[in-house]
């Protein structure tokens, strides 16, 4: 089986910082692309920022400049670094990943439970 748990998460005032990391493990054969992605309450889940194992980066156009995502392969760990927070990233936010288990050749898709993230005004 493959888990990703997201830890970093928490209560923090408008224009402070946090770090999510979000490690993948279980019988990992290897990992395509990591992400992050939020839902706040009443809207649906959308994209943060995704990762590719080579370190190419994609993020959703409004959070350019304030969201950094990284990866350490060797750790199998997908990062999001927070920057200058609005109470409007309130959310929780879930780890995603494309991970190919030892021994099979297609990768599937997994989620982490989520990490509360809630910035106060």
């Known amino acids: 089986q493959v888990q990703l748990v997201e830890s970093g998460g928490g209560l923090v005032q408008a224009g402070g910082s946090l770090r999510l990391s979000c490690a993948a493990s279980g019988s990992i054969g290897s990992i395509k692309a990591m992400g992050w992605y939020r839902q706040a309450p009443g809207k649906q889940r959308e994209l943060v920022a995704t990762?590719?194992?080579?370190?190419?980066?994609n993020y959703v156009d409004s959070l350019k400049g304030r969201f950094t995502v990284s990866r350490d392969n060797a750790k199998n760990t997908v990062y999001l670094q927070m920057n200058s927070l609005r109470p409007e990233d309130t959310a929780v936010y879930y780890c995603?990943?494309?991970?190919?288990?030892?021994?099979?050749?297609?990768?599937?898709?997994?989620w982490g439970q989520g990490t509360q993230v809630t910035v106060s005004s």
């Open positions: 995603n990943a494309d991970i190919r288990r030892i021994g099979e050749v297609v990768s599937y898709n997994y």
């Open positions: 990762i590719t194992s080579g370190g190419s980066t």
